[in-house]
Structure formats: C-alpha cells, structure tokens
Nanobody, 122 residues
Framework: QVQLVESGGGLVQAGGSLRLSCAAS??????????VGWFRQAPGKEREFVSG????????RYAESVEGRFTISRDSAKNTVYLQINSLKPEDTAVYYC?????????????WGQGTQVTVSS
C-alpha cells in the first residue's frame, strides 16, 4: 500500500511554531522514491515548493521564502519526515503536502499525501 499521511497542522498565532509530520506506510518509499518534499498551496495560489530532503538526510533544500525558519528532517526508523516551522507568518497559511519521489527534479510526479492545513493568525 502506498500512502503518505501528513499531520501536525493547525491554527497558530504569528510568531509561533508547528512541527508537521509526513508518515509513509508500507512500501511507499520503495515504490515512490526516498526523496521527500514539502509543498504548500495557499487559497487562490499555485502549489509551491517549500523544502526537500534526500534519503540519507544529508542534503536538504529550502525555498527562499522559508530559509532560516523551516527545518526539514527525517527519521528513517519511523518512515517519517518532519517539517519544523518557526516564526510563522500569516503568509505561511496554506495546505501543506508531502510528496515522495526518486529525486527532487521529478518530485511533482511523485506520490502525494492528502495535506494538512496550517493557518497563521496575525
């Protein structure tokens, strides 16, 4: 079974923090790829890349808009990738999705989760 389940979203005040989780079940990574990314989509906007991490966790990438505030990590034993979000801003409000793919270049063609809502109040 291929499944990615995001959790950890919620309503938070500006300046607050959240930790999003992306849990992979079964053979999701074997099937879809071990590179994991986070994307987000705000109302009325296109989905945008936020962050990505390789299988080993040694290589990470961030969108310029979140650099220094977001940290991606993974726990291979738990088949889970995390996105620590600090210093939240109202413009971070969006549905956050995780995706598993063979590499970051083809990430949008990977296996997607259902998303978790993050709402930041000013």
């Amino acid at each position: 079974q291929v499944q990615l389940v995001e959790s950890g979203g919620g309503l938070v005040q500006a300046g607050g923090s959240l930790r999003l989780s992306c849990a992979a079940s079964g053979r999701t990574f074997d099937t879809c790829g071990y590179t994991v990314g986070w994307f987000r989509q705000a109302p009325g906007k296109e989905r945008e890349f936020v962050s990505g991490i390789t299988r080993s966790g040694k290589s990470t990438r961030y969108a310029e808009s979140v650099e220094g505030r977001f940290t991606i990590s993974r726990d291979s034993a738990k088949n889970t990738v995390y996105l620590q979000i600090n210093s939240l801003k109202p413009e971070d409000t969006a549905v956050y999705y995780c995706v598993a793919a063979p590499n970051i270049v083809v990430m949008t063609q990977g296996c997607w989760g259902q998303g978790t809502q993050v709402t930041v109040s000013s």
